[in-house]
């Protein structure tokens, strides 16, 4: 069964850092193009970076170019996504999903940060 | 980048039909064959229901549709039921390797 398991969402204060990792499994992980995607409360969705299956390029929208970070680990089937510098606007759902044709095609059940003080 | 527009809502009686527009640029919906469109209901990851325009991933029924014109790219849903009842967003290849989503539709049932 095809599955993405996100994980270390939770609530950090204005500044500080957060961790997100999604395990990837019945698919070859190696093979594809990742991304993170997140969506505010009650707002919709957003793009937030991607990363090539080899990890040499990665893409971030410019609000959090500078802050954020993408990377995986194909030997452990994980994808990451280093978060400093955390706002109030970057509360929100976090999910991970799978890029094939140039779409999202299997997304993970998401993780929640919430950032505030 | 911005959001590509989207109608805050759109509804039909079952059995009718709907259509979502998703306006954007020549630099995204227009520039590119790669539209594609999601599902999502209240508490849940969204799903892909259409890609590269108007391509159905395997167990989508054929009752969705896409199209595009333009710069604006547009989703149908053909015989409503009540289970279509959910959010739908558009989304679009930008240049170098980015990607922006719509604004998001609702769709209800009546």
């Known amino acids: 069964e095809v599955q993405l398991v996100e994980s270390g969402g939770g609530l950090v204060q204005p500044g500080g850092s957060l961790r997100l990792s999604c395990v990837v499994s019945?698919?070859?992980?190696?093979?594809?193009?990742m991304s993170w995607v997140r969506q505010a409360p009650g707002e919709g969705l957003e793009w937030v970076a991607n990363?090539?299956?080899?990890?040499?390029?990665?893409y971030y929208v410019d609000s959090v170019k500078g802050r954020f970070t993408i990377s995986r680990d194909n030997a452990k089937n994980s994808l990451y996504l280093q978060m400093n510098s955390l706002r109030a606007e970057d509360t929100a759902v976090y999910y991970c999903?799978?890029?094939?044709?140039?779409?999202?095609?299997?997304w993970g059940q998401g993780t929640m940060v919430t950032v505030s003080s | 980048q911005s959001a590509l527009t989207q109608p805050p809502s759109a509804s039909g009686s079952p059995g009718q039909s709907v259509t979502i527009s998703c306006t954007g640029t020549?630099?995204?919906?227009?520039?590119?064959?790669?539209v594609s469109w999601y599902q999502q209901h209240p508490g849940k990851a969204p799903k892909l229901m259409i890609y590269?325009?108007?391509k159905r991933p395997s167990g989508v029924p054929d009752r969705f549709s896409g199209s595009k014109s333009g710069n604006t790219a547009s989703l149908t849903v053909s015989g409503l039921q009540a289970q279509d009842e959910a959010d739908y967003y558009c989304?679009?290849?930008?240049?170098?390797?980015?990607?922006?989503f719509g604004t998001g539709t609702k769709v209800s049932v009546l």
């Open positions: 590269e325009v108007n």
């Open positions: 990363i090539k299956q080899d990890g040499s390029e990665t």
């Open positions: 020549s630099s995204d919906v227009g520039g590119y064959d790669y």
């Open positions: 019945g698919f070859t992980f190696s093979s594809h193009w």
């Open positions: 989304s679009s290849y930008v240049v170098n390797n980015n990607y922006v």
């Open positions: 999903a799978r890029n094939e044709l140039t779409a999202f095609d299997i």
